[in-house]
């Protein structure tokens, strides 16, 4: 059974990092592209990163510099690392996979950025 839960989450002033954990179990992480997406109040849901079977990474335009997606090594947890936070980078955020013909969520991880 797929599961992927995010943490990592919180409150930061801006110009502040933050590392984002999405643990996923009931498949290997690094056979299938892992997304990050984003939703901030009243806004669509937006796709932030993501790291394909054979890592390669794309980034989302706002966050290219900024942000970084990774693997461990044992397949299993993807990272989102996030520098130079700002406050339009304040939303909630989940991991995400795409298998089987369904896609599979994890229950999001508040960031908030302040000024």
């Known amino acids: 059974q797929v599961r992927l839960v995010e943490s990592g989450g919180g409150s930061v002033q801006a110009g502040g990092s933050l590392r984002l954990s999405c643990a996923a179990s009931g498949f290997i992480v690094s056979l299938y592209t892992m997304t990050w997406y984003r939703q901030a109040p009243g806004q669509q849901r937006e796709l932030v990163a993501a790291i394909t079977p054979g890592g390669i990474r794309n980034y989302a335009d706002s966050v290219k510099g900024r942000f970084t997606i990774s693997r461990d090594n044992a397949k299993t947890t993807v990272y989102l690392q996030m520098n130079s936070l700002r406050p339009e980078d304040t939303a909630v955020y989940y991991c995400?996979?795409?298998?089987?013909?369904?896609?599979?969520w994890g229950q999001g991880t508040q960031v908030t950025v302040s000024s």
């Open positions: 995400k996979v795409y298998k089987s013909g369904s896609d599979y």
